[in-house]
């Protein structure tokens, strides 16, 4: 966890559906640099939006047993030369020798030859993950619909059950670690739904497949090797190690490179057990927190109303200014409480532009971001826990009546841009800061608020109706 690879292999809806809405970069860093998220809320994400990592891509028959779908045999959508069908068949068909070449590797790492055997042993290529590796997903959910999912009473109510069942715990990591509470229980529910959703497939498995078949080897040989290293150890056992199709897993979803760096034995029992000893999971969670930069005592973020007139290219999160400075703008709380510390650096971030509320976004937030970078992941975190420690949704509506544009109207938005001279990147339908940017660009062209939403009226606008 918290490292870009991470994000891209774990939390897949999550991040896929977050980036495409807010992601400040062209692209999430997970899609930069390796397949899915990295904790994954994939996997109950996953289950209501469509995407590659965790959660079902596109919807594929089920096969003949009544089963998962089985791969469809097509060429990968990213064009790769190894997500070619034929690639595919072919590292399919040397499966067994490509896991077999990995024992040197193994052995460098202290597995013993027996243990090398006992875990990979009946391995076999599952190659439906080829399928939701490359798929090309649709977005459809709004970043309102997004937080009204993950953000509701039930999980609520779930939340405070646990932060109430497991207090001693709680207590114990939030002294030592200085890691709010209420965000470890926050990515609890909103990963796994406090381990209801954790992902049903072999860790193991997934990630030899990924290591030997596809685009993303060399990343999943070391995913591989360190989940063999996990068992070696004897901190979880096989059936423990089940999670995403990308070899995120637990509650709180732990890629297994992100497990050995941040796993903590807090009982010292002599385990890192994050499946399924509360005491591990709380404080190894923390802990990557810490590690990542959490500050002890400080909020997320804050809920802001936007002034009239604002400049929108302030929107920026390359662009962070002193709490002071922003309020020089004209900025103010939308609660109408004061800031606690003037001093604090925030950059601005607006969703939903003129329409919807602005959210002065703190170190702990960025912090949040290397757990998934989405902004709406960490948006949808920060305002989880904050629900959970008693505090009131968010003051300001968001524009409800707005119509999600679709993957393909995207594409078109992006194409008109270009035409037009404002957007200089390839269009590919998820929109990041260039789009944004280009969007600021030909809103101030025709006399609009430049604040780079991307609505159904822009498009419009630039269809020349």
Known sequence: MGLPERAMTNRTGAILIAAALLCSSGQSQAQSQAPSSGNGVSNFLGNIFSGPKSGPAPQAAPGPDGGPPPWSGEDG????????????????????????????????????????????????????????????PEFTKAIWDYLDILVNDNRLAKGREVLAKYKPQFDTVEKSSGVDRYIIASIWGIESNYSTQMGDRSVLNSTATLACIGRRQAYFKDEFLTALEILNRGDLRPEQMRGSWAGAFGPTQFMPTAFKRYAVDADGDGRRDVVDNPADLIASTANNLKKDGWQTG???????????????????????MTIAQWQSQG????????????????????????????????????????????EAYALAIGHF?????????????????????????????????????????????????????????????????????????????LRGR
């Not at 505090?391 to 194409?415: N, T």
């Open 77 to 136: 959508a990213s064009g790769h030369p190894l997500m070619t069908a034929s690639a595919i068949r072919e590292a399919a068909a040397n499966f067994q020798n490509c896991v077999a070449s990995m024992w040197p590797d193994a052995a460098r790492r202290n597995i013993t030859r027996e243990n090398f055997e006992r875990f990979t042993t009946g391995l076999a290529p599952d190659l439906r993950i080829m399928d939701l590796m490359d798929s090309q």
């Open 385 to 461: 826990a904050d629900r959970l420690r008693g505090e009131p949704p968010f003051v300001q509506p968001w524009p409800r009546q707005e119509r999600v544009l679709s993957r393909a109207e995207r594409l078109e938005l992006q194409q008109l841009l270009a035409q037009r001279g404002f957007y200089k990147g390839t269009p590919d339908g998820q929109f990041g800061g260039h789009t944004r940017e280009a969007l600021r660009g030909f809103q101030a062209s025709i006399g609009a608020p430049a604040d780079g939403f991307a609505s159904s009226d822009v498009l419009e606008r």
């Open 298 to 320: 400080r909020t997320w973020g804050y809920e802001v109303v936007l002034p009239e007139g604002f400049n929108f290219m302030l929107a920026d999160k390359a662009k962070a």
């Open 331 to 374: 900025m103010k709380r939308a609660d109408g409480k004061p800031f606690p510390d003037s001093a604090e650096k925030a950059y601005l971030l607006a969703p939903a532009g003129t329409q919807g509320p602005g959210f002065l976004m703190l170190q702990n937030f960025r912090v949040i971001m290397k757990y998934n970078p989405a």
